[in-house]
């Protein structure tokens, strides 16, 4: 088969590879639609440790059964791959499972290829007529599903009666924002630097975007709900700054590991801060039955091109040139 293969920092080369053999319990995917995500921009600029080169990237998916069981299904993947009978696993908690997996990342190869090997109770079933690059979003917005149930649970105030930021308006950012207006919080803001990215989050939904390096957005200390889609020092900063008195910050993104968060101020405001980490089973079930009933808006705002065009797409995503919130790769 074909596959987009990372080779090394700032490269991946559209080869031939061996076609992936499904094990018990697995089914053979034709991949249809692949996202690019923050943690493939990552490993693609060699920061990654967990994916070394040479690697097939890639976990946002959505593809038809190949062969065998339900043959001609089409699906959508969750691409955490759990144990199910550790603690975690019984409780519901499956992202926090200690022998997790996730393709893209050794032993797993990842989506971006002609073929995916993958668990059967990791697909999920998709209508005939859902397009396969709305399907494949449901991975990063089930981040942001994830998070806003977290933020839910800490915060004071009905999630109604808040007002949120949201710090980084990719496809993960965007979902949490998606999932926020979902829930009835009236006033929700986006802060995204690429100024190429706003005309696609205004038609995506009824947010206020701003770009932080020209206009600093709500006032510090306004916000109940924060949430970092981003994960970096400047970010970290700025969520220490806007969140309110007794509020709630979520983070989400793994820019950088260190750095920014005001734990003084955090401490003295009762500020609560939470890290969280992709979805649970009913998370990514939660979001993918959303979407399909278009609780979550029209889904229209990612730009598909060709696998083979994939190392443009990395570059063009890298140097700020892509104005899509999330690019989809198509075998």
Request: glycine share 12%; proline share 7%; charged share 20%.
């Amino acid at each position: 088969m074909k596959a987009l293969v990372y080779t090394g920092p700032e490269q991946v080369r559209f080869t031939d590879v061996p076609d992936p053999i499904p094990e018990e319990g697995e089914a053979l995917l034709k991949v249809d639609a692949v996202g690019i995500c923050g943690s493939d921009m990552h490993a693609f600029l060699g920061h990654d440790d967990r994916r070394p080169a040479p690697l097939i990237l890639g976990h946002e998916v959505a593809g038809t059964i190949a062969e065998g069981l339900g043959a001609g299904d089409r699906v959508v993947v969750n691409p955490l791959v759990t144990c199910g009978d550790c603690d975690h696993c019984r409780e519901g908690h499956t992202n926090l499972c200690p022998s997790r997996e996730i393709i893209s990342m050794p032993p797993r190869e990842g989506g971006f290829a002609g073929l995916l090997r993958m668990p059967r109770k990791n697909l999920h079933t998709i209508p005939v007529d859902f397009p396969a690059e709305k399907a494949a979003l449901t991975e990063p917005i089930a981040c942001g599903l994830h998070a806003i149930k977290l933020a839910e649970k800490a915060c004071r105030k009905p999630l109604a009666s808040c007002r949120a930021v949201v710090l980084g308006g990719g496809a993960i950012g965007l979902g949490a924002a998606l999932v926020l207006v979902a829930n009835g919080i009236r006033e929700v803001f986006i802060a995204e630097t690429n100024a190429a990215r706003h005309a696609s989050l205004r038609k995506a939904g009824s947010f206020s975007i701003f770009n932080p390096i020209e206009y600093d957005g709500p006032a510090p200390g306004s916000v109940e709900i924060v949430v970092d889609a981003f994960g970096g020092a400047v970010t970290r900063k700025a969520a220490s700054a806007l969140v309110s008195p007794g509020g709630v910050i979520v983070h989400i993104g793994l820019a950088e590991a260190e750095g920014g968060l005001d734990i003084r101020r955090m401490t003295l405001q009762e500020i609560t801060f939470i890290g969280t980490y992709t979805y649970t089973a009913d998370d990514f079930g939660e979001t993918l039955a959303a979407m399909i009933e278009g609780k979550l808006g029209s889904l229209d705002w990612a730009e598909a091109r060709p696998l083979q065009e994939g190392q443009q797409a990395f570059i063009d995503v890298l140097e700020g040139r892509a104005a899509a919130p999330k690019l989809i790769l198509r075998p």
